[in-house]
Antibody, heavy 118, light 105 residues
Framework: EVQLVQSGAEVKKPGATVKISCKVSGYTFTDYYMHWVQQAPGKGLEWMGLVDPEDGETIYAEKFQGRVTITADTSTDTAYMELSSLRSEDTAVYYC???????????WGQGTLVTVSS | EIVLTQSPATLSLSPGERATLSCRASQSVSSYLAWYQQKPGQAPRLLIYDASNRATGIPARFSGSGSGTDFTLTISSLEPEDFAVYYCQQRSNWPFGPGTKVDIK
């Protein structure tokens, strides 16, 4: 069974950095890209970026370029998303997602709520 | 950069009715478009990929059509569990549309 299990909720102050993990099981981690998606409260889905776990190559959405770092640890089959210089507008649920054999997202993590508040 | 727009923003229908949702791309995406369903408090679920292919386990009442810049998601007869928000997504840089909420009339 394919599973993507994310780390728990976080509360951060403005200007801080948050790092969220996404541990996968049930498939070969290095075979497929891992994507991250942001969803602010009551808002839509926003693609943030991806990592190719096989070689660590990344692609980031322009909106998050310079503030987001996505990595993959193949020794633990875990992907990470780090977002820096947090501001209140970054309060959101963050999802990891992957597509096994298709270029869309057929498996998702459960989501991690990040609250940015002073 | 390809931008996706969805219409209507909200669709108010009764169970058993047919739902027709639209997604338009700012330039051609060929058939490389997906549809997702999201219910409150849940992660999105892939319904349709490459415009017309149902994902694994998706009921036959969901169908997708279109190519180029205009796409449609059709729910032939709404079940109570279908009231949700629906997003389209294209696979080049993976942006999502703003969503269509299907709510109960």
């Amino acid at each position: 069974e394919v599973q993507l299990v994310q780390s728990g909720a976080e509360v951060k102050k403005p200007g801080a950095t948050v790092k969220i993990s996404c541990k996968v099981s049930g498939y070969t981690f290095t075979d497929y890209y891992m994507h991250w998606v942001q969803q602010a409260p009551g808002k839509g889905l926003e693609w943030m970026g991806l990592v190719d776990p096989e070689d660590g190559e990344t692609i980031y959405a322009e909106k998050f370029q310079g503030r987001v770092t996505i990595t993959a640890d193949t020794s633990t089959d875990t992907a990470y998303m780090e977002l820096s210089s947090l501001r209140s507008e970054d309060t959101a649920v963050y999802y990891c997602a992957t597509g096994l054999g298709i270029h869309y997202f057929d498996y998702w993590g459960q989501g991690t709520l990040v609250t940015v508040s002073s | 950069e390809i931008v996706l727009t969805q219409s209507p923003a909200t669709l108010s229908l009764s169970p058993g009715e047919r739902a027709t949702l639209s997604c338009r791309a700012s330039q051609s995406v060929s058939s490389y478009l997906a549809w997702y369903q999201q219910k409150p408090g849940q992660a999105p679920r892939l319904l349709i990929y490459d415009a017309s292919n149902r994902a694994t386990g998706i009921p036959a009442r969901f169908s997708g059509s279109g190519s180029g810049t205009d796409f449609t998601l059709t729910i032939s007869s709404l079940e109570p569990e279908d009231f949700a928000v629906y997003y389209c997504q294209q696979r080049s840089n993976w942006p999502f549309g703003p969503g269509t909420k299907v709510d109960i009339k």
